[in-house]
């Protein structure tokens, strides 16, 4: 079955500590995005990918990395400079970013947790 | 900038019909998505607008005005299982063809 795989589903972090949060596609799709999503809050776009070997910042990239090495793949790596990361992450993708008529597709997400 | 605005909560019992409105400004629209987002799941693509007029697609409907800068996504002959967030999100040339911005969510709940 094609989709999108967020992994792990759930993840803690220490204070001061890096983590990377996985994002699978095998739907063959050209473009790819990351948001955070708060309780009351809509989702907020981090960063997105509309090809392989580049990416574009969001609305709040801040103490976020991101790499699209591979047209699969799009990790997320939170780092200790993102202030107040506790959210709930969702990776989506589109079949591409040249018709407005793709819905973005959504993986199951990843809910990171600060210790 | 972009502005979209839905009710935070809404209430309707089974079997009932309900409408869930969302408002936007944009400076270049391009689309309407609604979504359909159970609690701690990923959100699941319902319908799409471009054009004015209403979408049909099983009990779910869904409508555009774009000189009023409006949509509404109707729900009909509910069910206990259509108890979720509905998100409205909007696509804006001005923000490159990729991207959408999203609603804060309307929770509905269903009660028998």
């Given amino acids: 079955d094609g989709g999108i795989t967020q992994s792990p589903k759930y993840l803690f972090r220490k204070e001061g500590q890096n983590v990377t949060l996985s994002c699978e596609q095998n739907l063959n799709h050209d473009a790819m995005y990351w948001y955070r999503q708060d309780p009351g809050q809509g989702l907020r776009l981090i960063y997105y990918s509309q090809i392989v070997n580049d990416f574009q910042k969001g609305d709040i990239a801040e103490g976020y990395s991101v790499s699209r090495e591979k047209k699969e793949s799009f990790p997320l790596t939170v780092t200790s400079a993102q202030k107040n990361p506790t959210a709930f992450y969702l990776c989506a993708s589109s079949m591409t970013f040249r018709v407005s008529n793709q819905p973005q597709h959504f993986g199951d997400g990843t809910r990171l947790s600060i210790l | ?112």
């Fill in chain 2, 1 to 112: 900038g972009q502005n979209i605005d839905q009710p935070t909560e809404m209430t309707a019992t089974e079997g009932a019909i309900v409408q869930i409105n969302c408002t936007y400004q944009t400076s270049g629209f391009n689309g309407l998505f609604w979504y359909q987002q159970h609690a701690g799941e990923a959100p699941t693509f319902l319908s799409y607008n471009v054009l004015d007029g209403l979408e049909e697609k099983g009990r779910f409907s869904s409508f555009l005005s774009r000189s009023k800068g409006y949509s509404y996504l109707l729900l009909k002959e509910l069910q206990m299982k259509d108890s979720a967030s509905y998100l409205c999100a909007v696509r804006d040339q001005a923000r490159g063809y990729s991207t959408l911005t999203f609603g804060k969510g309307t929770m509905l709940l269903v009660s028998p």
